[in-house]
Nanobody
């Protein structure tokens, strides 16, 4: 069982930056691939970024490539999402998610393949 708690959301002007954190409970964090998703009002939840359990491999949605960076610190049981050059269309509730990974290089991009979810943190980008 993994419990996830996101933090770091807030209100920022377009062009600004935020760093989201997701703290995980348990001693086996390094066995889980992690991902970030977001959901804007009236829209479906969409994939943002994913990272393998080792941290060596990452993958991004086209809409955030070059602006967002996912990383993890297995010693701190935490995954991060650094968001730069934010745009109003990035406004959403951001969720982190975890899924057991059986290889160190695998990352997961489909939301229905994640087993554990945080409660979400609101990111609002003003124009």
């Amino acid at each position: 069982q993994v419990q996830l708690v996101e933090s770091g959301g807030g209100l920022v002007q377009a062009g600004g930056s935020l760093r989201l954190s997701c703290a995980a409970s348990g001693r086996t964090f390094s066995l889980y691939a992690m991902g970030w998703f977001r959901q804007a009002p009236g829209k479906e939840r969409e994939f943002v970024a994913a990272i393998s359990r080792s941290g060596w491999n990452t993958y991004y949605a086209d809409s955030v490539t070059g602006r967002f960076t996912i990383s993890r610190d297995n010693a701190k049981n935490t995954v991060y999402l650094q968001m730069n050059s934010l745009k109003p269309e990035d406004t959403a509730v951001y969720y982190c998610a975890a899924t057991r990974a059986y290889t160190s290089s695998a990352y997961v991009t489909k939301h229905d393949e994640y087993n554990y979810w945080g409660q979400g943190t609101q990111v609002t980008v003003s124009s």
